[in-house]
């Protein structure tokens, strides 16, 4: 709200009040931020720190208690239960604790979690974290069948579902892309072996349909402009 605000502010002449809201919000790394620093015509060069796991503390926080009951509320299906559990650990923690507990938690497969901990960060910014790249092979291939180009498929995902690959929201968008059925019965081209649990929920739509789609329900809605495949979202 806060980019939305300065905009507002510069849209009604207020060029004051809205360049000190977006100076103040460049400094976060993050979408608006960057988004804040652009408005400014700064040019934004970030700064990622690889971070390694360190085989003590990782051990030591993954026999603590609190951390092992998170894991398995999510194994149990518990989700928002274990979230709130996870908020509870990580609250007040220094940029290297988070970063570790980014990578531990993504080590148990908890991507959204492991995602939204290394936001966290002040200082030492690990994108690595913040961007992973989970079940990558299935990405390439999905993106290469239907000539989507993968970078687009996996950002997708990161923003639809944080790589929760089991998710299903209150209207019914299902997995990692968060897709409905929107073009047919099965619209949807299933990626990877269906014996896997994971892979059971990656789905691209197929360039086709996404063009038949669009054809038929959108056209009046863009004068006859061509559409790209991230407009279904």
Same mark, same amino acid.
């Given at each position: ?13 207020? =060029?004051?009040?809205?360049?000190? +809201?977006? #100076?103040?919000? +460049?400094?976060?790394?993050? &979408? ?12 934004? *060069? ?38 709130? =559990? ?7 923690? *220094? ?5 570790? +507990? ?5 080590? !148990? ?7 939204? #901990?290394?936001?966290? #960060? ?13 079940? !990558? ?19 997708? +995902? ?38 896997? &649990? ?14 038949? &789609? ?7 809605? #863009? ?9 279904? &979202?």
């Amino acid at each position: 709200w806060r980019f939305w605000r300065a905009r507002a502010s510069m849209a009604a002449g207020r =060029e004051d009040e809205a360049r000190a +809201a977006f #100076t103040a919000l +460049a400094l976060e790394h993050d &979408y608006y931020g960057l988004l804040a620093a652009e408005a400014l015509g700064t040019c934004v *060069d970030p700064k990622s720190v690889r971070v390694v796991p360190d085989p003590a503390w990782q051990a030591k926080f993954g026999a603590r208690s609190d951390v092992a009951r998170v894991v398995k509320l999510a194994e149990l299906d518990l989700r928002m239960d274990s979230l709130r =559990e996870w908020r509870a650990i990580v609250r007040g923690l *220094d940029d290297d604790a988070l970063n570790q +507990a980014s990578i531990y938690v993504a080590s !148990r497969g908890l991507h959204d979690r492991s995602i939204n #901990t290394a936001n966290l #960060t002040r200082e030492r910014h690990d994108y690595a974290l913040r961007y992973p790249m989970p079940w !990558r092979e299935q990405f390439s291939a999905a993106a290469r069948d239907n000539a989507v180009d993968e970078a687009l498929l996996l950002g997708i +995902a990161r923003q639809e579902s944080r790589f929760v690959p089991e998710i299903v929201s209150s209207a019914g968008a299902v997995g990692l892309m968060q897709l409905m059925a929107l073009l047919d019965e099965r619209p949807f081209t299933l990626i990877g072996d269906a014996g896997s &649990y994971a892979n059971q929920r990656i789905y691209v739509v197929p360039k086709a349909k996404i063009a038949a &789609y669009i054809k038929r329900e959108k056209a009046e809605d #863009t004068d006859g402009l061509p559409l790209p495949p991230s407009s279904l &979202y």
